[in-house]
Nanobody, 124 residues
Framework: QVQLVESGGGLAQAGGSLRLSCTAS????????MGWFRQAPGKEREFVAA????????YNRDAVKGRFTISRDNAKNTVYLQMNSLKPEDTAVYYC?????????????????WGQGTQVTVSS
C-alpha cells in the first residue's frame, strides 16, 4: 500500500502564494505519474495538475495555468504544487494522488492512491 501525506496548506490573501507538498511512502511502484486535485464545498473534486515521473511532461487545468506549477523530487518521493497569484476561487481542500502508470491523467478514477487532503483558504 502507498501512503500519501500532503502539507503546506493554510490561509493566504488574494494575490499571495502557497506551496503544497506531498510525500509518498510504503510500497513503491515503478515510475508513477502524480497529480493534484481540489474540492471546494458543495462541488465535485476537480483536476488541477499532473506530472510524469520523468518531469518532462506536466499539465494544468486552464484556470490555474500561469499561476500554479507542479514539480517533483523523485529522490525524496515528493511532489509539489507552487501556487502563486492566489484567488478566492482557489479555496478548496487539495488532494495529492498517484497512479500506477507513468502517463499523465486528468480523471479521478485514473488514480489509485490518494492523500487525506490539505485545506487552502484564500481571503479577498
Amino acid at each position: 500500500q502507498v501512503q500519501l501525506v500532503e502539507s503546506g496548506g493554510g490561509l493566504a490573501q488574494a494575490g499571495g502564494s502557497l506551496r503544497l507538498s506531498c510525500t509518498a511512502s510504503g510500497r513503491t511502484f515503478s515510475r508513477p505519474a502524480m497529480g493534484w486535485f481540489r474540492q471546494a464545498p458543495g462541488k465535485e473534486r476537480e483536476f488541477v495538475a499532473a506530472i510524469t515521473w520523468s518531469r518532462l511532461n506536466t499539465y494544468n487545468r486552464d484556470a490555474v495555468k500561469g499561476r500554479f506549477t507542479i514539480s517533483r523530487d523523485n529522490a525524496k518521493n515528493t511532489v509539489y504544487l507552487q501556487m502563486n497569484s492566489l484567488k478566492p476561487e482557489d479555496t478548496a481542500v487539495y488532494y495529492c494522488a498517484a497512479r500506477q502508470l507513468g502517463s499523465l491523467a486528468t480523471m479521478r478514477d485514473e488514480y489509485t492512491y490518494w492523500g487525506q487532503g490539505t485545506q487552502v483558504t484564500v481571503s479577498s
